[in-house]
């Protein structure tokens, strides 16, 4: 007989007291509630790491099921802390004292209780990393704290929590919770606990709910305001107590495929493939299907083979800023900045045998410098083996940096979705000698077919959508004659002599009249205009900044919020905007619905995260699949409430059969068919575009 899910059928006390021996209140309420709930909204105390332990509790079932906690906690305020509140929540002071209170309340954490508490805060962190877990925090806004006293400052200080199943049903409970060992071996000093669907207790738990939503959405609280816990402090923190993984004390009873911090099983063979080909090859792998916690697992399986030094090579600083944070657990450094210095120090540290195993991350531009070879090599000689792991791989096969192929490395790892270089196939050729073989793929077909063992999706499904247009006349001579240089060039008697550059720069000029075509900003315009003035999430890519200067003008005359993103933006961090970078505020800026629309030329393509991106409306389309495929990739992230992506391409078609225009067609079609044949729409696509197949 299956298993009854929901509240209904769970069984527990109504009251819990700290005098009740033999109860463990997490085994007995905490923890088969949370395994049933879809959502947990919490009200705790002072903002700090021993709130987070204590609202952990039971955690590894909510996160089972890939729910969500909502937590509204206060700040331990003093008259000294400002006098004038709204300036002072809004700087850096108040950002820097709510992390120096959690950092320093975690060193506090001691004895049996704090190894326990800590895996708690771990927990909790993770979840905060992995957007399960969203924080307020409680703050006064009168004009003159010091006019407040010590009772009004201490006034927010709630002990409650209201659970929901996936069938809406709810429990809410009060009680208090101390951080001492003898509250961590009861598990809870109180609580009383409420059914929204027995009768006499609904009164107790409606309350409790609206209370919560006001504290959430920052109505009717008097002299105090709820605002969002500031960016700077959840990157520290993330940063900071983050684990890669969910922490395994705490999921004993928990199957570790089902949590996304688990390895999942085709990830466990991508990692024993490799080491079946000797440790060589690349992870063919989805965007979105987690080849760098793959790559973890592939690191730290060499480790039984003595001291490993591994060099990440990533293609920007922000992508080698997320392999740190992702393998911080193994103590990964990120080589920046005066790197000569800091290898005079790693290989005296190396001489004297302070290294068991050693991970640096570094970009490729830095990465293929004959001088940074050269003492990656020296240092190497420390070491049993030395392990090259080459992220988004592709560019490692460029004339320019082919160097940061260490020919002295014997585990070598490329990682990309598409390892094969557009238009340049000696480079391909220069990735495939090097890393040898496929060795293991899990293609965007796959991935689509994939449930966890909790039935859920790991990439978003979408439908696919291509608009055609055609060249102008200009466009359509100009195009003409580049096609007869290319052709006059690769058919020469003398082509392997050619320069390839040239070809290479022939071909991307001609790609850039299909990409940049005067008659895709009305098609734009036809896009919009159809989702009637509700659009949001919207990632719409251009092919340069003309083009992105029109599309900005349509959306203005339309209404529409929107934000540019080129890459000029620095990715580096600043106070201004709260200790990240330019870029990470515009992007989170989108993340939380403050603008509707992100115009984009490139910089979106590889390694930044913007799950709740729901709509792409793609100018520069190419034959590129590496950049097509990106980019989609972009869009299929999962995100709670996000069940469907929908992908708008503007196509060129010219009205001409000119065997120089039949190159327009080929690369086209070949895009249109990539994205159709794993779209939900599948069947309609090919029906609206079987003339380009000339199937009618």
Partial sequence: MSKQSGFEFLEFDQTYDPGVAGVDVVENFYSPVLREAVQYDRAAGYFSSRVFASVARGIAGIVEKRGKIRLVTSHAFTPSDTKNLQDYFADDEFASKLFSEFEDSYSHLGDVAGAIAKDHVAAMCWMLREGLLEIKIIVPIGADLTALSPAEIDKFHPKFGILTDEFGQKIAFSGSVNETESAWNRNIENIDIYREWVEGQAGYVAPKIRRFENYWNNENLGGWACIDLPSAVKDKIVSAF????????????????????????????????????????????????????????????????????????????????????????IGARLIEGDWKSEFSELLLDADMGRFENLTLVVVKNTASKPDFVSRIEELSSSFNHTLLVGDEVHWLGATAFQAALLPFADFRLGLSATPERYFDEEGTGVLYRYFGETAYSFDITRALAYKTPAGEAILTPYEYHPRFVSLSEDEMTEYRLLSKKIASIMGSSE??????????????????????????????????????????????YCSDFNQMESAGEVLSELGIDAQRITGRESASKSAKYGNISERQHIIDNFAKGNLDVLLAIDCLDEGVDIPSARVGIILASSGNAKEFIQRRGRLMRTFPGKQLAQIFDICVLPNDNDELIKSIRDVELKRIEEFAKDAINELQVLDETAFLRGEE
């Fill in 242 to 329: 983050a684990p890669e993984d969910f922490p395994t004390s705490l999921s004993a009873n928990v199957d570790p495929t089902s949590l996304p911090g688990g390895l999942r099983p085709y990830q466990l063979e991508a990692v024993e493939s490799w080491k079946r080909l000797g440790r060589r090859g690349f992870l063919e792998m989805a965007t979105g299907t987690g080849k760098t916690r793959t790559a973890k697992h592939c690191i730290q399986s060499c480790y039984e083979l003595g001291k490993i030094l591994t060099l990440v090579v990533v293609p920007y600083k922000h992508i080698g800023d997320q392999w740190v944070t992702e393998l911080a657990e």
């Fill in 495 to 540: 082509s392997k002599r050619i320069d390839s550059d040239q070809l290479e720069a022939l071909l991307i000029k001609r790609s850039n009249i299909s990409k940049s075509a005067s008659a895709k900003i009305p098609a734009l315009r036809e896009v919009l205009l159809q989702f009637s003035g509700n659009l949001t999430q919207c990632l719409i």
